[in-house]
């Protein structure tokens, strides 16, 4: 019975990372470069929910999701954009520069002591001898709903296969006529999207925020996004349900204060033995 | 080849400047201070501290102040010791060790001659090692480390972090026999890891014990809350915000019944915005030397008095406070001893000379009457140090919640 609901527990915090490493891989795979800021996007999701906390849960929800589409915009259009075709150097530095600016922010406006925030207490349900809390199962469902509602989006839509052709190839899909400043805006919008209900699942999972709280999950998430193949979707998925599992296992385990190195330690064996990541597709340099 | 020629200037550069700061250090600290006499300006005793005044761990630094303050104040009211007055100084570390070197020149070139140490332990163990190098008395209120009294001039007001442990073992042998018994620790934090240790180590061999550990950075205590749940009482040797969030996320699923029991690292867990305690049913209480809703004795008058002069809500008190208000009053009482047995000293005595008359009531037979520990029939607590620098009190086991399961 244990088991059981350690797996689900590791289900639901793995949809939480998925969610987050979707958000990496898809920046990283249409616009080239590694978004570290992403990580404090979800830090800023919470914050935004505690501002809007007081009208309404549902209204707070909405405004996060929308303040965090628009940070990651701004964040692009402000801190990216300026750098496309710069040293990747000096864009990962830049990335570097807007989480701590992010975390700064946030720690001058809300102080840097932890802060409850309590979306809903949603209780939890019994079925046979196994408890579960209800944020449990709506972080799981809704995070599969949503990646599913990715794929179909990336293969089925004409913005998602404009995405796709970004990836594969920037000069050709510029070319065929495709706007690439509006894909990447696009694709940092969606991104952030994912990141900010990323943070609210995690509420449901931890109910407080501080200003350095989405370093970890980013740092996590990434890694997951390395594990799965970065740049691919279910990869994205995979890596992140992968890592919310062993690191639910692990935790129940006696190995339980050496969880973040197991969790590195695998990255490493899949980097070793196949360094595209587990469903990354092999590229052929150009000579 | 560009950004590695970048990187080895870049070496380079932060080389030269970290030999040239490492100099200048160096030369301050190694400059023969011990036979200078600082003080000899001196009006009123200085008594000084190196604590957080900003940054996180502020809410301590700024109760030591407030609390300390309000001791000088009250002896200098009543007209000090025989007419000599004292006056206190207080440095900002920011819960830096890196930031002690300074404070403790600038306090001890401005005229310090007695010391509080510092409010949290690890500047404290940078402080420590200066104070035993120029012999400055260190009488810290809060730096609860089992290293900080590693030298004869440096004795604790708290408890030291091994002592928690020793008392809390004590008390379950005593009152949780037969029951199942969890802990929940901070694996990468010496404070939590050393009472941990040395709790299991007095603990009686008849309790069955589980154990969970978590990191800094973690708040996601899912599994081990599975790991725990079926426990009756689970002590938790960590501060209040995690706990607070293990309380959170396990309202559910731990034994509606359970008792958490914590150490002085739980003070304050009643006061977390957002967080309301009786949301959860079971009982949370802790084991520490004082208890900040305390409505008798001597503890009560001073909350009342701290209260009065302070703005509660901005810059509350806490026990860090309250040992700040009983190292000063312990000192005045050790000067008052050393003046009776006919030791002789003014305004411009030493720091050095200050350090040999206290150290020699301190580690004597000196018994103090404080607000923190258990309070006796009159009020106050029996307050006394091992010559090893480790206090000797009762301590108070403190209820915050009752348990609320029907």
């Avoid at chain 1, 594969?168 to 006529?177: I, P």
């Avoid at chain 2, 201070?33 to 190196?50: M, R």
């Amino acid at each position: 019975m244990d088991f059981i609901i350690t797996l689900v527990n590791g289900l639901s915090l793995g949809g939480v990372y998925a969610m987050i490493a979707l958000g990496y891989t898809m920046v990283y795979g249409i616009a080239k470069l590694l978004n570290f800021a992403h990580g404090d996007v979800i830090m800023v999701s919470g914050y935004a929910i505690l501002v809007f906390l007081s009208f309404d849960p549902i209204l707070a929800i909405i405004c996060a999701t929308l303040f965090c589409m628009l940070l990651g915009i701004a964040m692009e259009r402000v801190a990216y954009r300026p750098l496309r075709g710069a040293s990747p150097l000096a864009v990962l530095i830049t990335a570097i520069g807007v989480s701590y600016l992010l975390q700064s922010l946030a720690q001058i406006i809300f102080g840097a002591a932890d802060r409850y925030v309590i979306v809903a207490d949603l209780g939890s349900i019994t079925l046979g001898e196994v408890k579960i809390d209800v944020g449990t199962i709506i972080t799981l469902g809704a995070s599969l709903v949503i990646m599913m509602a990715l794929s179909l989006f990336v293969k089925f839509t004409r913005t998602g296969r404009a995405m796709v052709a970004v990836s594969e190839d920037r000069d050709a899909a510029r070319l065929m006529g495709i706007n690439i400043n509006r894909i990447i805006t696009i694709t940092f919008a969606i991104g952030s999207a994912l990141a900010a209900l990323a943070g609210l699942f995690s509420l449901f999972r931890v109910p407080t925020i501080m200003p350095t709280y989405g370093a970890m999950p980013g740092i996590k998430a990434f890694v997951a996004a390395v594990i799965g193949g970065i740049g691919s979707i279910p990869g994205a998925m995979l890596g992140g349900i992968l890592l919310g599992v062993v690191e639910c296992i692990c935790n129940s385990t006696p190995l339980a204060p050496y969880t973040i190195a197991i969790e590195f330690a695998i990255l490493i064996v899949i980097l070793l033995v196949k360094p595209t990541g587990i469903l990354g597709k092999k590229r052929r340099e150009k000579v | 080849m560009k950004a590695k020629r970048f990187f080895g200037k870049l070496a380079a550069l932060t080389l030269t400047v970290a030999v040239t700061v490492g100099c200048v250090f160096g030369l301050a600290s190694c400059g023969g201070k011990k036979n200078v006499n600082y003080a000899e300006n001196n009006t009123t005793i200085k008594i000084g501290v190196s604590g957080p005044l900003t940054g996180g761990a502020a809410v301590y630094g700024v109760a030591v102040k407030n609390s300390a303050q309000l001791a000088i104040n009250e002896i200098n009211e009543k007209g000090g010791l025989d007419g000599i007055l004292f006056e206190f100084v207080m440095t900002d570390d920011e819960h830096d060790p890196n930031l002690v070197a300074a404070n403790y020149a600038n306090m001890l070139e401005g005229g310090m001659q007695i010391s509080l140490g510092t409010v949290t332990t690890a500047p404290g163990l940078e402080f420590k090692e200066f104070s035993h190098d120029d012999n400055v008395f260190v009488l810290t209120p809060s730096a609860s480390g089992d290293n900080i009294p590693e030298y004869d001039n440096a004795f604790q007001m708290c408890f030291a972090d091994s002592n928690q442990g020793t008392a809390s073992a004590k008390f379950f042998n005593e009152n949780y026999q037969g029951k199942k018994v969890g802990i929940f620790f901070k694996s990468d934090d010496e404070y939590s890891t050393g009472i941990k240790d040395k709790f299991l180590q007095e603990l009686s061999s008849s309790f069955t014990v589980e154990e969970a550990s978590f990191k800094e950075q973690e708040s996601d205590f899912r599994t081990q809350i599975q790991t725990l749940k079926d426990c009756d009482v689970i002590f938790m040797p960590i501060y209040y915000t995690p706990a607070s969030q293990f309380m959170f996320q396990g309202k559910n699923t731990v034994k509606s019944t359970a008792i958490y029991y914590g150490c002085d690292g739980l003070d304050g867990i009643d006061a977390i915005d957002g967080f309301d305690i009786n949301s959860i049913t079971q009982e949370v209480s802790y084991l520490s030397h004082f208890n900040s809703g305390a409505t008798t004795g001597a503890a009560a008058e001073f909350i009342d008095k701290y209260n009065a002069a302070y703005d509660e809500a901005a810059e509350p008190l806490n026990q860090f406070g309250a040992a700040a208000y009983d190292c000063v009053y312990a000192i005045y009482e050790a000067l008052k001893v050393a003046k009776a047995a006919g030791k002789e000293f003014s305004v411009t005595t030493s720091a050095s000379d200050f350090c040999d008359i206290l150290t020699e009531v301190f580690a004597g037979d000196f018994v103090f009457k404080g607000v923190t520990g258990a309070p006796e029939s009159d009020g106050y607590s029996r307050i006394s140090w091992t010559a090893q620098g480790f206090v000797n009190k009762e301590a108070v086991k403190y209820v915050v919640k009752e348990c609320t399961a029907e």
